[in-house]
């Protein structure tokens, strides 16, 4: 029963390091997400894709590139990393997008760049 | 423009005492939905509940129970009898018109 899994759980980066996190679900869910949690802000959505091989930005896409690779897998990309973008990144799928239906979300990654 | 409103940063109360947790949206849809999750010391996120923008039935389930007020654009969420295990952040979030839009969160500290 994994649901949405992320890999790595921790990551420590030295300014512009690039870094790919990666999101799998197993639920066949159509929709993925990519959100960012820091402290007092809440979670910002960065980039989402409705269906495999659309992708869109969401309020914080600076800085990221997304993959959906196929139905299961979703991965962001830090190509040049700042300190900035320490924070924690959490997945998320659900069935269709932005519906009624719930977010699932994974554990969450949590990224320090030095 | 869409916008979550959780007003309270950080609430404290002794166990077993109630609390409430407040929500208040904006959305010119009509058609939206609702959601509160909860995120527990251990970091992840725990869906509670949703709701639609046509059904105003108030919920509860077990300790918990849940306002839905469209005249005042609020979702608020109750613990009656507060305990220890409930501490955590907890989200508000809207969805409508293609897009979610979360709270900044409210922590809850039950103090034994």
Redo the contacts between chains.
Sequence with gaps: NAGVTQTPKFQVLKTGQSMTLQCAQDMNHNSMYWYRQDPGMGLRLIYYSASEGTTDKGEVPNGYNVSRLNKREFSLRLESAAPSQTSVYFCASSVPTYSNQPQHFGDGTRLSIL | AQKVTQAQ?EISVVEKEDVTLDCVYETRDTTY?L?W?KQPPS???V?LI?R?SFDEQNEISGRYSWNFQKSTSSFNFTITASQVVDSAVY?C?L??D???I????TRLHILP
């Design positions: 940063t939905y959601f999750y970091g992840e996120l869906f949703r639609n989200f979030a969805s409508s293609d897009k979610i979360f709270g900044k969160g």
